[in-house]
């Protein structure tokens, strides 16, 4: 009855500590001198990074709680001792990094020839023999040929979504998570959704692999980069697309052309200031959306700050809700 056994980290990767509830558990129970020994079949079950490891080294020494695995029972409070279980810990850890360069460098052979089966886009499955081709619906398909048509005509991505909303018509998406993973959804569409459709590649009949290079964060969460083109895998030709890879490149062009603010002109400019008191937090107060600043210039030379909410009508091409002349709620505010 004084064994407590502790077994709900199972199937889980020992890499980190976040969300491993048992570790979790172990290490509190440690922390508060309820443990006199840890037992353990290895070092990996209970950490494979070397910041646990060694949290837990610390804590069982403060603790005198003694570390026994199938090689012998070891006491952190002792030098000896203490050095083993940390190269133990080091192995470990060694151990998982060999493990994801194999898995990796796997990957990358598959990417390489185009193999590899990634999550592909609305419109574009994978038939019996996993390969890509254009989905069997052909709703999606008349759907997103009249998209790439009407960008084609508008060479915007603001006006393609106002010719949706004008017209009524949906645009479709399919649920990449949860108990209804796979399904078709249609709504409307929105400015950053066509920005999406017209950036992938997947849509011009090309593969592509690393875009974007994912980064752990310390709370366990994930950041995505956007890399430069040169650093992808990018084969075109792969399979059937919606449009050429002549009319993608010119539609990157167009939206490059489009995007005044983007490239070296911004990254030389100086960082933008201005008198406005609520810049970054003021909200609508009609839709709830944070408001940006814009500022106008007035007789003496004088600024004034306006803050306008614009999110709502960017992303489904409508009129913007409202704009309201800052210096007056700048002034109460102060006040």
């Not at 493990?99 to 460098?105: E, I, N, Y």
């Not at 990957?107 to 499955?125: C, D, F, T, Y």
């Not at 959704?193 to 592509?208: D, I, W």
């Amino acid at each position: 009855e004084q064994i407590m056994v502790i077994d709900s980290d199972l199937g889980q990767s020992a890499a980190s500590a976040v969300d491993r509830e048992g570790f979790q558990k172990l290490v509190a129970e440690v922390g508060m001198g309820k443990a006199g020994i840890v037992v353990g079949l290895e070092v990996s079950r209970l950490a494979r990074n070397s910041t646990d490891w060694h949290r837990l080294l610390e804590i069982c020494a403060l603790a005198g709680t003694l570390i026994l695995d199938e090689d012998g029972i070891y006491d952190p409070n002792d030098f000896n001792d203490r050095l083993l279980l940390g190269l133990k810990g080091a192995m470990s850890e060694a151990e998982l990094h060999v493990m994801k360069a194999r898995l990796q460098g796997g990957i990358m052979n598959k990417a390489m020839r185009g193999e590899l089966q990634s999550s592909l886009p609305v419109g574009l499955v994978y038939n019996a023999a996993n390969h890509p081709e254009l989905d069997p619906d052909k709703q999606v398909q008349e759907s997103l040929r009249c998209f790439f048509a009407v960008f084609q005509r508008t060479a915007s991505a603001t006006a393609t979504v106002k010719d949706f909303r004008q017209r009524g018509l949906l645009f479709p998406r399919r649920l990449k998570k949860g108990p209804h993973k796979g399904d078709l959804l249609w709504g409307k569409l929105t400015h950053c959704r066509a920005l999406q459709v017209l950036h992938n590649p997947r849509y011009a009949g090309a593969f592509v692999y690393g875009r974007k290079r994912t980064r752990k964060k310390a709370d366990g969460g994930e950041s995505h980069v956007l890399l430069p083109r040169e650093q992808w895998i990018l084969l075109p030709g792969v399979h059937d697309g919606y449009i050429s890879w002549e009319e993608y490149e010119q539609n990157q062009w167009r939206l490059r052309e489009n995007a005044q603010a983007r490239g070296e002109d911004r990254r030389k400019s100086p960082p933008r200031e201005g008198p406005a008191l609520l810049q970054g937090l003021v909200l609508c107060g009609i839709c709830g959306e944070r408001m940006t600043v814009r500022y106008h210039n007035r007789a003496k030379q004088r600024i004034v700050p306006y803050y306008v909410c614009q999110k709502d009508g960017i992303e489904h091409g409508l009129p913007f809700c409202q704009s309201v002349n800052g210096e007056q709620v700048d002034k109460t505010i102060s006040d």
